[in-house]
């Protein structure tokens, strides 16, 4: 049984920072594309970053930039550091592992506020 756990969310300033983590466990993790979603109140989930088996990384535009996506296949964690945090980037992150099922964790909350 694959499972994903999020952390590193949290309350931050405009302008801040934050580090996500993503650890699997029950998958053979390297193999897999990982990728982070979000979903702010009202509104559909949506991409944010992907990261192939072998470390190809593609952003949605609006986190171009300001976000970078890695992974440690010894750690079967994937990251997600997030710089010059909007307010507009407030939601719940989720990671996803890319397969057939695809595999989601349970969401960690951003809220960016001043």
């Known amino acids: 049984q694959v499972q994903l756990v999020e952390s590193g969310g949290g309350l931050v300033q405009p302008g801040g920072s934050l580090r996500l983590s993503c650890t699997a466990s029950g998958s053979i993790f390297s193999i897999y594309a990982m990728a982070w979603y979000r979903q702010a109140p009202g509104k559909q989930r949506e991409f944010v970053a992907r990261i192939t088996s072998d470390g190809v990384t593609n952003y949605a535009d609006s986190v171009k930039g300001r976000f970078t996506i890695s992974r440690d296949n010894a750690k079967k964690t994937v990251y997600l550091q997030m710089n010059s945090l909007k307010p507009e980037d407030t939601a719940v992150y989720y990671c996803?592992?890319?397969?057939?099922?695809?595999?989601w964790g349970q969401g960690t909350q951003v809220t960016v506020s001043s």
């Open positions: 996803k592992q890319v397969g057939v099922p695809p595999y």
